[in-house]
């Protein structure tokens, strides 16, 4: 009885297979590779993993409420071009920073509003999103690197120092894991992914729910492109696209978030980009073909699906278990 008691509880733990992996990845690449445990590997890992996890908690968000935004990424590219544009006409950094992620806030707004007005698939309105975003990314910087702010405390803060980026990305992990799971917003989220009639009979308005949720993702990506860019200390055009939205949506994936909507966390999906980043790096470190990483990510996803799928079975007969007893 308690076996089956110990067993139902980690079975509950939707990010403990994920969990396990990464910790075995993390073990094998320290065992096969020179350096993998060194404090400079571990930034090099930080640097990877924060990007992905940024934009993984919008999207673990969207999925679970059961839509997604294939225009994160541009966002991401376009957010610091906004940036200097609106501090090269006057207004200080600090304030720049804040309208650009108000201003991708009413992008991701746009996307919603088609979405639940029009009654549009996600798909095809972030999709259509995407490409205006990226041309406009390539109009405003003429195709070209525009070098980021001068080291100034907002730099500092926001990217430049050797481990921000990373602490901002667990910090808005931290927050948007509380909004899921202990607001009255997440339960709506929930809720509208995993019964949207249902639902909206309940009085749950589902589509500002979704509206809200492509704001978030849109800001959230934005602000993702300007820390990324502050780091690098360059701000470059053909950064974040598709590549960096697919690495959030797989990092949403494999940290248990369902395609189809109503589960999933989002903490989930920094371990999911945590685990990409120590295989990226991992290869790396021991000389085999990045094309290689491309097999695995696939093999990830497809796997991730399956042990998903698997475990909301096994969740639901323990569920049934306890209630016969």
């Known amino acids: 009885m308690a076996t089956n008691t110990l067993i139902g509880s980690l079975v509950r733990i939707r990010e403990l297979s994920i969990l396990l992996v990464t910790i075995a990845c ?6 096969t590779s020179t350096g993998f445990t060194s404090l ?3 930034h090099t890992i930080a640097q990877y993993i924060a990007p992905w996890a940024i934009v993984g908690a919008g999207e673990a968000m969207l999925l679970i409420c ?6 994160a990424g541009f966002v991401f590219t376009l ?6 544009l609106l501090n090269n006409n006057g207004l200080p950094l600090f304030v720049a920073l804040l309208a650009t992620v108000v201003i991708c806030a009413l992008i991701g707004t746009v996307n919603g509003l088609i979405r639940t007005l029009f009654n549009l698939p996600s798909f095809i309105t972030t999709l259509g999103m ?3 975003l990226q041309g406009l990314s390539l109009i405003i910087s003429n195709g070209s690197p525009v070098p980021a702010p001068a080291d100034t405390w907002v730099r500092t803060t926001f990217g430049g120092a050797r481990w921000s980026e990373l602490t901002w990305a667990l910090v808005i992990i931290a927050v948007m894991q509380i909004v899921l799971s202990a607001s009255r917003f997440g339960i709506y989220t929930q809720a509208t992914g995993s019964n949207p009639v249902g639902a909206a009979e309940s009085g749950i ?5 979704k509206v809200v949720n492509f704001a978030v993702t849109s800001a959230l990506a934005g602000f993702g492109g300007i820390l990324e860019g502050m780091r690098v200390g360059s701000f470059d055009p053909t950064n974040g696209g598709f590549n960096t939205m697919f690495f959030g949506v797989a990092a949403a994936v494999i940290g248990g978030t369902a395609l189809l909507g109503g589960s999933g966390t989002v903490v989930g999906a920094l371990l999911g980009a945590l685990l990409l980043g120590i295989v990226y790096d991992g290869f790396n470190l021991t000389g085999v073909n ?5 097999v695995v990510l696939g093999v990830a996803i497809l796997v991730a699906m399956f042990l998903n799928t698997y475990l909301s079975v096994l969740r639901r007969r323990a569920s049934a278990v306890r209630g016969r007893t």
């Open 66 to 71: 059961g839509e997604i935004d294939l225009s």
């Open 290 to 294: 990045a094309n290689a990483f491309n």
């Open 205 to 209: 308005r589902t589509s500002r729910v």
């Open 26 to 31: 993390a073990g094998y690449f320290a065992l």
């Open 130 to 132: 995407a490409f205006l």
């Open 40 to 42: 400079d590997n571990g």
């Open 79 to 84: 957010a610091p071009f906004v940036l200097v």
